[in-house]
């Protein structure tokens, strides 16, 4: 943009939309991204400028207050409730009006859009409720010292109405389709796996065994555990969780001991793991980005085909 020459041009360039920072973009793949959203609201602005009519700029909405998910804009759902899950990851519920549902297909993934100091920043988290959940939707969200966003759910307090849209993206599983799955998850990388699990366990024929590997800080930092511990009791069920900071599992409940490591997920470990699948696994990753390169590294290591894989 131009420097002004008028106070007429200070006045629409006062107007203009921000330009996003790389760092706002969530990085899931979303369609429109926030840089479509900010293209499109670009032109919008140079439209009006160029006619001369600032009416212009109103002439599409961004957000909405009716009920319905939308990718293309954003919908303000009713904070409910919030759980502490650890000392820095919450869990958050939001309000549907009457009983209706998301309606998201396994693993997908909804944006959630944020002011801090005048800056709009977007964020994707995967609802943990499964996708057929009726008046209510519960994300798990990791705040961070120092993050933008981090910054503005901080502020949240029951009642508040938060904008999100979607939903994007997904795994598009088939009941029976595979043998085993093995999902690997680092932190909130649990996210996208629990509606996958649990749509396999409340399906009575679905015979996919499935293994979760959760890797976590600590013992104390493993989210929902009375979940996992429900859904560890189904027969196709195992779940594995690798704690990085501990050093010892004597201090660790006798019923975790067995299933527990100490360290990190590593070759080795990985191997250990493939080969107790009891079927040719099809492997689900979602951690961070380094988590996410590690595995797919480890993979290809111990003979599993490329064409094996999905990363959220």
């Not at 191997?271 to 988590?291: D, M, W, Y």
Request: aromatic fraction near 12%; include cysteine; hydrophobic fraction near 35%.
């Amino acid at each position: 943009l131009q420097a002004p020459d008028s106070a007429e041009d200070a006045a629409w360039l006062a107007l203009a939309p921000r330009e996003p920072a790389p760092g706002q973009c969530c990085g899931g793949g979303c369609r429109p991204c926030i840089y479509d959203t900010y293209a499109a609201a670009l032109a919008r602005w140079q439209r009006a400028r160029a006619a001369g009519n600032v009416e212009l700029l109103a002439a599409d909405e961004v957000q909405s207050n009716n009920s319905e998910l939308n990718p293309d804009s954003f919908t303000a759902f009713s904070l409910s409730s919030v759980e502490q899950l650890t000392e820095d990851t919450y869990q958050y519920r939001f309000e549907l009006p009457g009983n209706s549902s998301l309606r998201l297909s396994l693993g997908q993934h909804i944006v959630l859009r944020g002011m801090v100091n005048g800056l709009e920043v977007q964020r994707a988290y995967t609802p943990i409720s499964p996708g057929n959940a009726e008046g209510y939707f519960d994300v798990l969200i990791k705040c961070y010292e120092a993050g933008l966003m981090s910054q503005y759910i901080k502020t949240w307090k029951k009642g508040d109405m938060v904008f999100w849209r979607g939903p994007f993206g997904g795994f598009p599983y088939q009941p029976n389709k595979y043998g085993e799955l093995l999902l690997l998850a680092s932190g909130t990388g649990l996210a996208p796996m629990l509606p996958i699990l649990q749509s396999i366990t409340e399906n009575e024929e679905d015979e996919t065994f499935v293994t979760l590997v959760g890797c976590f800080r600590s013992f104390g930092n493993i989210y929902l555990k009375p979940l996992l511990q429900e859904l560890a009791r189904y027969w196709n069920v195992r779940i594995f969780y690798v704690l990085s900071q501990e050093s010892s599992l004597e201090k660790l409940p006798w019923s975790y001991q067995e299933n527990t490591y100490t360290g990190r997920l590593n070759e080795d470990l990985m191997r250990t793991i493939i080969n107790s699948c009891r079927r040719k696994p099809f492997v689900l990753i979602c951690g961070s980005s380094a988590f996410n390169e590690d595995m797919s590294r480890y993979l290809k290591l111990v003979g599993l085909e490329e064409n094996s894989c999905f990363i959220f």
